[in-house]
């Protein structure tokens, strides 16, 4: 990562992650150790975020792969829409959920807002705001990070205001031939055991996300999010 940001020219800061579960598996939807650990990290992100100073920070995991353009993006806020809670800029490449409006914010990006589901949390820019909020509303965990972030099916996704940028400035290193290894998120895959209560959860934060958006009609279905890289 510290060659990945000097190749853009970019500073960040190294955040540890938390290795051990804190013992809170309060989750209705099982997650493993790994899984825990790696929303705690991402709290722990927001905890910086939410104390500092600056309205946006943005959170990056460790496999990452920046377009060579992605720098500006990341040097300046003024491009962010101001009712922002989340923009989202890494893609899975997959079929994802959009509002018709595209904004261009210069050199041949625009942000859009994502009304649907486009899990992943490698990449994205958070408000001091929304951090505060989601610290609060995670305490008790209900799913991994990503669905809590950007699937609708989660109420922490579906009370945010969310964008994505495209074309997305980074992917995941697995995405695009990188040297990746695969983490215990990846191999120690977990039986989910749907509840009816979590089920009937699912379905009605999906419908008030619907409804919040306005998006039973009138959206674009995208085949993929296009990454810009070398």
């Not at 905890?47 to 920046?66: K, L, N, P, S």
């Not at 003024?78 to 809670?85: C, F, I, N, Q």
């Not at 997959?94 to 486009?118: A, D, F, M």
């Not at 099916?153 to 964008?163: G, P, V």
Request: glycine share 8%; aromatic share 10%; proline share 4%.
């Amino acid at each position: 990562m510290t060659e990945q940001f000097a190749r853009i020219g970019v500073a960040f800061e190294r955040v540890p992650a938390i290795e051990k579960p804190d013992g809170s598996r309060v989750t209705l939807q099982r997650l493993t150790g790994a899984e825990i650990c790696c929303f705690h990290s991402h709290r722990h992100c927001w905890q910086i975020i939410a104390d500092g100073t600056d309205r946006y920070g943005a959170v990056f995991e460790d496999d990452i792969i920046f377009s060579s353009d992605a720098g500006p993006l990341l040097a300046d806020d003024g491009w962010v829409p101001r009712d922002a809670d989340l923009v989202k800029l890494e893609t899975y490449f997959v079929p994802v959920r959009l509002g018709r409006k595209r904004t261009p914010i210069g050199n041949g990006y625009s942000v859009v807002r994502l009304v649907g589901q486009h899990v992943g949390a490698a990449g994205y820019v958070i408000s001091k705001e929304a951090a505060r909020t989601l610290l609060k509303r995670t305490k008790r965990i209900r799913g991994a990070v990503d669905d809590a972030l950007f699937s609708p099916t989660l109420m922490t996704c579906a009370r945010n205001t969310i964008y994505q940028l495209m074309s997305a400035p980074c992917a995941q290193a697995k995405f695009l031939g990188g040297d990746s290894p695969e983490t215990l998120i990846q191999f120690d895959v977990p039986e989910r055991q749907w509840q009816l209560l979590e089920k009937v959860r699912t379905e009605a934060s999906r419908a008030y996300a619907h409804l919040r958006n306005r998006t039973f009609f009138g959206t674009d279905k995208v085949d993929a999010v296009a990454f810009r890289g070398e």
